[in-house]
């Protein structure tokens, strides 16, 4: 079944300690990216990857960090996390070529604080 | 910011065609019109998209205007099931690369 699987799905972690977000999917898509989403403000993209070490700033990257070292996975790193960015993220894939779907994740409930 | 204006809210009786309506007055030749939905707090799921002409699939139908200022996404047959929240998306990258979100149009389907 093709999916994209993050993990955890909850995390309630306290302000500075390094969490990470992994996110895998088994479609062998080349385009992977992070949004996140706010009451009010929507789904907003974060990161996004065009391919293995291919990574480039989204909308909203500050306090965010990303790789890409192999083409199912791409976690999200946050190095040192702050109360404002309390937030429901989700990861999601796609091919690069053409007008095709995107397939997104289940989420990733994340509370700092 | 978003090229799409969406009515905040819909209502439709289950088993009746929902008719989602989205104004994309400003698109441009190359741009894609994209529908997903996102039901409570799940991951959006892609629905359909299309350029010109019309197009259907097993979840839903789009019909574009001939001068592809609106839009308008219909689902057949509305079930419970298909209370979500639905964003209408103008793209010229793939509609694979950045999706740009707005507040979308919350479909309820009343029993």
């Known amino acids: 079944e093709a999916q994209v699987t993050q993990n955890p799905r909850y995390l309630i972690t306290v302000t500075g300690k390094k969490l990470t977000v992994t996110c895998s999917q088994n479609m062998n898509h080349e385009y992977m990216s992070w949004y996140r989403q706010d009451p009010g403000l929507g789904l907003r993209q974060i990161y996004y990857?065009?391919?293995?070490?291919?990574?480039d700033k989204g909308d909203v990257p500050e306090g965010y960090k990303v790789s890409r070292k192999e083409k199912r996975n791409f976690p999200l790193i946050l190095e040192s996390p702050s109360p404002n960015q309390t937030s429901l993220y989700f990861c999601?894939?796609?091919?690069?070529?053409?007008?095709?779907?995107?397939?997104f994740g289940q989420g990733t409930r994340l509370t700092v604080v | 910011d978003a090229k799409t204006t969406q009515p905040p809210s819909m209502d439709c009786a289950e088993g009746r065609a929902a008719n989602l309506p989205c104004n994309h007055s400003t698109i441009s030749g190359n741009e894609y019109v994209y529908w997903y939905r996102q039901i409570h707090s799940q991951g959006p799921q892609y629905i359909i998209h299309g350029l010109k002409n019309n197009e259907t699939n097993e979840m839903a139908s789009l019909i574009i205007t001939e001068d592809r200022k609106s839009s308008t996404l219909i689902l057949p047959h509305a079930t419970l099931r298909d209370t979500a929240v639905y964003y209408c998306?103008?793209?010229?990258?793939?509609?694979?690369?950045?999706?740009?979100f707005g507040k979308g149009t919350k479909l309820t389907v009343n029993p």
């Open positions: 999601a894939s796609s091919a690069r070529r053409g007008h095709t779907e995107a397939f």
């Open positions: 990857s065009m391919n293995v070490e291919a990574t």
């Open positions: 998306i103008v793209s010229s990258q793939g509609g694979s690369e950045k999706l740009v």
